[in-house]
């Protein structure tokens, strides 16, 4: 089975400064799907990015960027100019491409590493 | 397009006590999960369904059971409810066959399960 590892149950950022979170996850096939969501206090899970393995370019979107070393199986999420509305749970998502036994469709998640933005 | 929605949002339990979680999706998505999160521990798989009529477990099936009789509904049922099932329970949906590109789960907002 995959896992997704989050090292970084909690970390801080100042306002406007840059914050990387990392992710590292396991699995035996070279076509995947990877996610970062975000968790608010109201609960509600948001897709902030997604990276198709078979994509060397690392995804963007706005102020959230990743570096996708597939080699390594590492995923981090970076947020430039972090501001206040960023403070949430995040979490690291792992998917299996269609098809490939299984188990295949499940999407697996780490356990989440909590980031406070400060003033 | 209300996209996933669960029912109820809130329920306290007795021990014991027997319910049912509705999950309905709009999407015509063909995979369906039902997750639980705990303080710490992420979100865990529970169940899923890959297609109408079809289900598995995850990691922790224990307790519960699924059936997806209707593509839009997936609904997770606890038959003797123990205060090791307090928790939060999402739901989420994937993977439909016209925007295969789009590959991201999209997540009801939750439900907070209190046994008692």
């Known amino acids: 089975a995959q896992t997704v590892t989050q090292s970084q149950p909690e970390m801080s950022v100042q306002e406007a400064e840059t914050v990387t979170l990392s992710c590292t996850y396991d699995t035996s096939e070279s076509d995947y799907y990877l996610f970062w969501y975000k968790q608010p206090p109201s609960r509600q899970m948001i897709l902030v990015i997604r990276q198709e393995a078979y994509k060397q370019q690392n995804a963007t979107e706005n102020r959230f960027s990743v570096n996708f070393q597939k080699a390594a199986k590492s995923f981090s999420l970076k947020i430039s100019d972090s501001q206040l509305g960023d403070a949430a749970m995040y979490f690291c998502a792992y998917r299996s491409p269609r098809g490939t036994g299984a188990g295949s469709y499940q999407l697996t998640f780490g356990k989440g590493t909590k980031l406070s933005v400060i003033p | 397009n209300a996209g996933v929605t669960q029912t109820p949002k809130f329920r306290v339990l007795k021990t014991g006590q027997s319910m049912t979680l509705l999950c309905a999706q709009d999407?015509?998505?063909?995979?369906m999960y039902w997750y639980r999160q705990d303080p710490g521990m992420g979100l865990r798989l529970i169940h899923y369904?890959?297609?109408?009529?079809?289900?598995a477990k995850g990691e922790v099936p224990d307790g519960y059971n699924v059936s997806r009789l209707k593509k839009q509904n997936f609904l997770l049922g606890l038959e003797s409810a123990a205060p090791s099932q307090t928790s939060v329970y999402f739901c989420?949906?994937?993977?439909?066959?016209?925007?295969?590109?789009?590959?991201?789960?999209?997540f009801g907002q939750g439900t907070r399960l209190t046994v008692v």
């Open positions: 369904s890959v297609g109408e009529g079809t289900t």
């Open positions: 989420a949906s994937s993977y439909s066959r016209r925007s295969h590109i789009r590959t991201e789960a999209f």
């Open positions: 999407m015509n998505h063909e995979y």
